[in-house]
């Protein structure tokens, strides 16, 4: 073969190589669907909210979003898996608050949320309401307290995980109220409310989607809401009553590491998402709000919120 022909044989297969590698140069992401952990169980607000915004961004991303729950040790199975996950923004995590900036400040955890996940955005964020199966004696959030007040332990107060987002604005009550109540942690919201349901629990906090459709359907009964806005119109705010509250911040996140214009992708795709018609609708609802915040803005809230928590497990621990 003349040098001419190898040299010209060589550009050829040259040329070959990039184009067979011209997906990862032009990188067409998503090129394949995405994968959203959430570290809670089925039938919990989290999944609810998920099962919404998932329907809907494919139209924004040309990709589907393929829900994966993973509960378990309060939510630190499915985060360490998608912190461990390759982080080419194939895999997501829709966590919380919580789990995020306040559970490593309890124990001793084999990653660091802050440095390890990066926000794609908040979704909205969450009032729970304390809620008692209908058919308990307690009217009012006051009885329900003075029962707790006369009876130490008896109390059963079902959550959807140690320190979780369920747990946290109910034992600060508790805590105000001078009460003793005995903590049952379950593998998320669903199965914290099916054992209230099936009377393994005296009350509960729980978000909007969740209580909602078990309010109206005169299952459960809601005696006060976190927020500063009234969830049902004849049930008071834990603010009216007195009490200190806290809400759950929905975040989607990523493995810190993904490339800044996946990231981009991503945050472009939920920020199109939150102006969509038939998003807002179906969100409406389901009874959450849709107040977005873009991830940079979200990351700067995180060391903030952490170390706000600090004083709250000081003070809820007495340590």
């Not at 939510?75 to 360490?80: E, F, H, K, N, V």
């Not at 903590?183 to 054992?195: E, T």
């Not at 078990?214 to 009490?243: C, M, N, Q, W």
Request: include cysteine; charge should be positive; hydrophobic fraction near 40%.
């Amino acid at each position: 073969m003349s040098f001419r022909n190898l040299t010209r044989s060589l550009f050829v297969a040259i040329l070959l190589v990039c184009v067979g590698l011209s997906p990862v140069l032009a990188d067409d992401y998503p090129s394949k669907p995405i994968t959203l952990i959430i570290p809670l169980g089925a039938g919990g607000s989290h999944d609810l909210n998920a099962r919404v915004f998932t329907s809907v961004i494919p139209s924004y991303l040309g990709q589907a979003v393929v829900v994966k729950l993973m509960p378990g040790a309060g939510g630190q199975t499915g985060t360490a898996a998608a912190i461990k996950a390759k982080p080419d923004g194939y895999t997501l995590i829709f966590t919380h608050n919580y789990i995020d900036q306040l559970q490593p400040l309890l124990e001793k955890l084999p990653y660091d949320t802050l440095k390890d996940l990066k926000s794609v955005c908040r979704i909205n964020y969450g009032a729970s309401s304390l809620v008692v199966r209908a058919d308990k004696p307690w009217k009012t959030l006051d009885e329900m307290l003075d029962y707790g007040k006369k009876n130490p332990g008896k109390l059963v107060f079902t959550t959807s995980g140690n320190w979780g987002a369920t747990m946290t604005p109910g034992a600060r009550v508790l805590l105000a109220a001078g009460v003793d109540a005995t903590y049952i942690p379950y593998k998320g919201g669903g199965p914290a409310m099916q054992a209230i349901l099936a009377g393994d629990g005296d009350f509960m906090m729980s978000f909007p989607s969740q209580a909602g459709p078990l309010v109206e359907a005169g299952k459960i009964r809601a005696l006060a809401s976190a927020g500063d806005v009234r969830i049902f119109p004849d049930v008071p705010t834990l603010k009216e009553l007195g009490y200190e509250t806290g809400t759950m911040d929905r975040i989607v996140m990523a493995p810190a590491g993904v490339p800044e214009e996946r990231m981009k992708i991503l945050r472009d795709a939920f920020s199109k998402l939150n102006g969509d018609k038939t998003y807002q609708s179906l969100m409406q609802r389901i009874g959450e709000n849709t107040e977005y915040m873009d991830g940079p803005d979200y990351d700067k809230l995180r060391p903030v919120n952490q170390e706000a928590y600090r004083a709250l497990v000081k003070k809820i621990s007495g340590q």
